[in-house]
T-cell receptor, first 111, second 114 residues
Framework: SQQGEEDPQALSIQEGENATMNCSYK?????LQWYRQNSGRGLVHLIL?????REKHSGRLRVTLDTSKKSSSLLITASRAADTASYFC???????????FGKGTMLLVSP | DGGITQSPKYLFRKEGQNVTLSCEQN?????MYWYRQDPGQGLRLIYY???????QKGDIAEGYSVSREKKESFPLTVTSAQKNPTAFYLCASSLGQGGIGELFFGEGSRLTVL
């Protein structure tokens, strides 16, 4: 049961540019999380935003949440080649016992 | 160093064989999870356990089995009944319920059926 869907599926930018990824979900949630996955590795948690928050920052990351539109965005500012990875949004299931992940956005940052 | 250890990293199996993937955590987390990832796909939940000696099926449990006899261990068996087992398997854990806090992931196990 896919809850979050990321857009775009793939994004290619130059170092120094900003990268924006979007996530849409279907049902009401109390939080939304973003994770990063380097090729062939496990996922790493980036940020969690609660339903009563509109925006959250962590270093070069900025996450927004619009509960009325059931959407979230992840902005990476001043991208670096090391940011090349897949980025996933994740939302709780109805019982809040697990997370459901989208298919991810594959980001390529070229030097 | 606290974390989640998955082994083996790569595993090859012949059709008809059962294989067991290991997942161990020393984070003292109550909940553990197994996800499957196929190329270009998101993660799909196989099984999860919120407490020792208890586990629940996820979205794609058919052909898989698990046990949770110890808090730190949550092995996954891929049985011969799993029709398409070639995939990347990820184990995760969380301190509390997985839907309200951060998941910590292992480095994954890649299973290839020959």
């Amino acid at each position: 049961s896919q809850q979050g869907e990321e857009d775009p599926q793939a994004l290619s930018i130059q170092e120094g540019e900003n990268a924006t990824m979007n996530c849409s979900y279907k049902t009401s949630i109390n939080n939304l999380q973003w994770y990063r996955q380097n090729s062939g590795r496990g996922l790493v948690h980036l940020i969690l935003i609660r339903s009563n928050e509109r925006e959250k920052h962590s270093g070069r990351l900025r996450v927004t949440l619009d509960t009325s539109k059931k959407s979230s965005s992840l902005l990476i500012t001043a991208s670096r080649a090391a940011d090349t990875a897949s980025y996933f949004c994740a939302t709780p299931n109805s019982g809040y016992s697990t997370l459901t992940f989208g298919k991810g956005t594959m980001l390529l940052v070229s030097p | 160093d606290g974390g989640i250890t998955q082994s083996p990293k790569y595993l090859f199996r012949k059709e008809g064989q059962n294989v067991t993937l290991s997942c161990e955590q020393n984070l003292n987390h109550d909940a553990m999870y197994w996800y499957r990832q196929d190329p270009g796909q998101g993660l799909r939940l196989i099984y999860y356990s919120q407490i020792v000696n208890d586990f629940q099926k996820g979205d794609i449990a058919e052909g898989y089995s698990v046990s949770r006899e110890k808090k730190e261990s949550f092995p996954l068996t891929v049985t011969s009944a799993q029709k398409n087992p070639t995939a990347f398997y990820l184990c995760a854990s969380s301190l509390g319920q997985g839907g309200i806090g951060e998941l910590f992931f292992g480095e994954g196990s890649r299973l290839t059926v020959l």
